[in-house]
């Protein structure tokens, strides 16, 4: 089973001060696993603001993500909303990464609901619907390979923090704990991993999000592996070479390594980090451009990227 993630992080993070303004939303959509919807909505926005939406880790809530996570006063300075949704499986609080229902578009599980908040705060808030973004940790990092893999129409980039591939998980139910996959075990060739995103919504042939994978090369939960699955996958999805076209080493960190693939798909590797990857807030909003209030901002339709 997963380790309860990030649990010093939690123990150190402080309350916010935003606490009282997380607003839970009922009634928001098709929501076919009763995933819970929390909303974080700075009291200035952007005309047409962007939309983050950040699903915790396993053993957490969205009360933690939004108190361990510095998104919620990032969008008083810059003017985005920030979804926080609650896994509705209990016993672990990890997300339905596994269901053929969560694997499809608009097939329901936990992505639906998820992707029905995300519908529902563009209407409500004329929110901008080129300018979506994900983003998470562990079940949470799993959960953003799913959302950008099932609804590449909805999601403009995506940044996942010691994860695993999209469909790494897959099994014949809801919250289905893999361990072959957690351990490395499932290896795939880049056609095979790609088939399977794209599988999740046949004859779509539109705006592929961006995606940005962390992993740490200590990770004992989802073995370093995972990130060579992920490379092989997304590189194949976005039909380049898994070769990088450019390498910088010590960025944001001493020990860290980006690999860049093209201009949609990059790849960190942590040396000596474990599976409590430490959160860069700023690698996140450089990648997604979130402190782009105006003007020539990154979008699935300008594709301007800044990161």
């Excluded at 939309?51 to 510095?70: D, E, K, M, N, Y």
């Excluded at 994860?163 to 072959?180: I, L, R």
């Amino acid at each position: 089973m997963f380790l309860s993630c990030f649990l010093t992080a939690l123990l150190a993070a402080t309350v916010s001060a935003q606490k009282s303004q997380l607003t839970q939303v009922k009634d928001f959509g098709p929501n076919p696993r009763n995933v819970s919807m929390y909303i974080y909505v700075p009291q200035k926005l952007q005309p047409k603001p962007p939309i983050l939406v950040v699903p915790h880790w396993c053993h957490g809530t969205a009360q933690a993500a939004f108190s361990g996570r510095p998104y919620a006063s990032l969008g008083d300075t810059y003017g985005f909303i920030s979804i926080y949704p609650d896994s509705p499986n209990k016993a672990d609080q990890c997300w339905d990464v596994s269901s053929k229902e969560s694997l499809t578009h608009d097939g329901g599980g936990d992505a639906l609901g998820i992707v029905s908040m995300v519908r529902w705060a563009l209407e409500k808030y004329g929110g901008d619907k080129e300018r979506v973004f994900v983003t998470g940790t562990s079940s949470g990092a799993m959960m953003t390979n799913v959302l950008v893999g099932s609804y590449p129409d909805i999601f403009a980039a995506g940044s996942a923090w010691a994860g695993v591939a999209f469909g790494c998980f897959s099994g014949n139910g809801y919250g289905v704990w893999n361990d072959a996959c957690a351990t490395g075990k499932i290896v795939k060739n880049g056609t095979d991993w790609a088939k399977m995103v794209k599988d999740a919504y046949p004859g779509y042939t539109g705006y592929r999000p961006k995606l940005q994978v962390l992993h740490g090369t200590a990770d004992t939960v989802l073995y370093p592996q995972n990130l060579k699955e992920e490379i092989k996958q997304w590189t194949s999805v976005f039909n380049v070479s898994d070769t990088p076209t450019e390498t910088t080493k010590d960025t944001p960190l001493k020990g860290w390594t980006r690999y860049r693939y093209g201009t949609k798909f990059e790849a960190y590797e942590a040396t000596g980090v474990g599976h409590d990857i430490p959160n860069q807030a700023d690698v996140v909003m450089d990648y997604f451009d979130l402190k782009c209030t105006s003007g020539a901002c990154f979008s699935r339709v300008s594709g301007l990227d800044r990161a």
